[in-house]
């Protein structure tokens, strides 16, 4: 069973930094690109980053192009987000998917 757990979420001003992570389990997570998503207030799920299997491809939605950086562990079957300078815009609940499969999402919200 595909399993993808997200973290590090939380309030964080503009200007400042943040780190997501995921842990993946069940699948093998080395064989896979991985996407991460977000779902900002009433509106629909937009895709934000991907990454290739190996970690050495990466590409990046225009809106976080730039301030947001993807990595990815498979020793530890886990992946990264580093958010710099994220602004009110990037308030949402973000989502580590694989495939079909999502996470729980983690909550972070920009302000000030």
């Known amino acids: 069973e595909v399993q993808l757990v997200e973290s590090g979420g939380g309030l964080v001003q503009p200007g400042g930094s943040l780190v997501l992570s995921c842990a993946a389990s069940?699948?093998?997570?080395?064989?896979?690109?991985m996407n991460w998503v977000r779902q900002a207030p009433g509106k629909g799920l937009e895709w934000v980053s991907t990454?290739?299997?190996?970690?050495?491809?990466?590409d990046y939605a225009d809106t976080v192009k730039g301030s947001f950086t993807i990595s990815r562990d498979n020793a530890k079957n886990t992946r990264y987000r580093q958010m710099n300078s994220p602004k009110p815009g990037d308030t949402a609940v973000y989502y580590c998917q694989h495939r079909g499969s999502r996470g729980q999402g983690t909550q972070v919200t920009v302000s000030s």
């Open positions: 069940g699948f093998t997570f080395s064989s896979y690109v």
């Open positions: 990454i290739d299997p190996g970690g050495s491809t990466t």
